[in-house]
Nanobody
Framework: QVQLVESGGGLVQPGGSLRLSCAASGSIFSIYVMGWYRQAPGKQRELVATITSVGTTTYRESVKGRFTISRDNAKNTVYLQMNSLKPEDTAVYYC??????????????WGQGTQVTVSS
């Protein structure tokens, strides 16, 4: 079983910055892709950014140039640096990891979510 624990959310003014972290733990053999998703009230969960084990990244169009995803493979941790935050970035942010465990079984795990609120 693989667990993901997020941290770093909070309240920030428009134009401000936050850094989210997500650490994976458990019987991990390899994590292929880690990513961040978000869900605003009344809306569907949407992809924000992903990063592979070799550092290939993808971003949703609305966060390009403002958000940066990175990971520390040795720590099984993924980060999301969010700059120039806008009120429309307000959402619960979820971490996701896809990989294989020590028994070579595939897994897909989600964190519990962390609230990001952008407001003056």
């Amino acid at each position: 079983q693989v667990q993901l624990v997020e941290s770093g959310g909070g309240l920030v003014q428009p134009g401000g910055s936050l850094r989210l972290s997500c650490a994976a733990s458990g019987s991990i053999f390899s994590i292929y892709v880690m990513g961040w998703y978000r869900q605003a009230p009344g809306k569907q969960r949407e992809l924000v950014a992903t990063i592979t084990s070799v550092g290939t990244t993808t971003y949703r169009e609305s966060v390009k140039g403002r958000f940066t995803i990175s990971r520390d493979n040795a720590k099984n941790t993924v980060y999301l640096q969010m700059n120039s935050l806008k009120p429309e970035d307000t959402a619960v942010y979820y971490c996701n990891a896809d990989g294989s465990d020590s028994d070579q079984r595939l897994f897909g795990s989600w964190g519990q979510g962390t609230q990001v609120t952008v407001s003056s």
